[in-house]
């Protein structure tokens, strides 16, 4: 069966990706990081995120496979990427389809 946790800019599921086509899986969760592209990202913020998606699924270990785990792990990752935007790692991407600023206002810089 298919679980799995979708926020604004996460998506879990519980399955894998084979020739583009979403096949369930109760060993694999593959997550899906800015699916609208709201962000402007760099390598090393998304190796930032995989890293802390890594150690949040290391640490619900021997838990079930519950959509409220799931939910709780996609919680906690949209919560990392506030993190990395109010810290400038990240930046909303100006040209998407729907700016919304949906992670709060932009930070500008104004000359002293």
């Keep these: 069966m298919l679980l799995k946790s979708t926020t604004r800019h996460i998506h879990i599921l519980t399955a894998e990706l084979q020739d583009n ?5 109760e060993e ?3 997550i899906d990081i800015d699916p ?3 962000f402007n990202w760099n390598d ?3 190796q930032q995120v995989y890293r ?4 949040l699924v ?3 270990e021997g838990e079930d496979l519950t959509e409220y785990n799931l939910r709780r792990i996609g919680s906690d990752l949209e ?3 506030r993190s990395l935007l109010q810290s400038g790692q990240i930046s909303y991407n100006l040209g998407t389809r729907a700016v919304n600023y ?3 206002l932009p930070r500008v810089e104004t000359p002293s």
């Design 52 to 55: 802390k998606f890594d150690e």
């Design 102 to 104: 949906s992670m709060g």
């Design 36 to 38: 609208d592209n709201e």
């Design 79 to 81: 919560h990392f990427v």
């Design 28 to 30: 694999k969760l593959t």
């Design 21 to 25: 086509e979403i096949i369930p899986s």
């Design 44 to 46: 090393e913020a998304l």
């Design 58 to 60: 290391a640490a619900s």
